[in-house]
């Protein structure tokens, strides 16, 4: 069972990144999928989520018409199209998965709830 988070690169501000989030050994339909970054010297925030059957979207008001997270089940992969970037949003991007039951509507802000993780892509916009 892995994630793999990939796409970052350096980008100018005000351009644009897709980032990909991939999953082998089971399979995404089933489960949420938020998206995570951490800058140097700062704590993991929470971006945006998709849940797992109706494919309800949230975004982080740092991020919000900026972002757009999708996914495409046959490809078992969730994207985060990331426009108008900042240097703000330079950081690591985390993807993170979780299929359970969580007895609160907006536990997909919380790091902690999440079961898989990928390892990180390092997005960079210069100024």
């Known amino acids: 069972v892995q994630l793999q988070a990939y796409g970052g690169g350096l980008v100018q501000a005000g351009g644009s990144l897709r980032l990909s989030c991939a999953a082998s050994g089971f399979t995404l339909d089933y489960y949420g999928i ?5 800058a140097p010297g700062k704590e993991r925030e929470w971006v945006s989520f998709i849940s797992s059957r109706e494919g309800w979207k949230y975004y982080a008001d ?3 018409g900026r972002f757009t997270i999708s996914r495409d089940n046959a490809k078992n992969t969730v994207y985060l199209q990331m426009n108008s970037l900042k240097p703000e949003d330079t950081a690591v991007y985390y993807c993170a998965a ?3 039951y969580h007895a609160y509507s907006t536990w997909y802000k919380d ?3 999440y079961k898989y993780w990928g390892q990180g892509t390092l997005v960079t916009v210069s100024s």
């Open 111 to 113: 790091s902690d709830e």
């Open 98 to 100: 979780d299929g359970s």
């Open 62 to 64: 740092s991020v919000k």
């Open 34 to 38: 938020g998206w995570f970054r951490q």
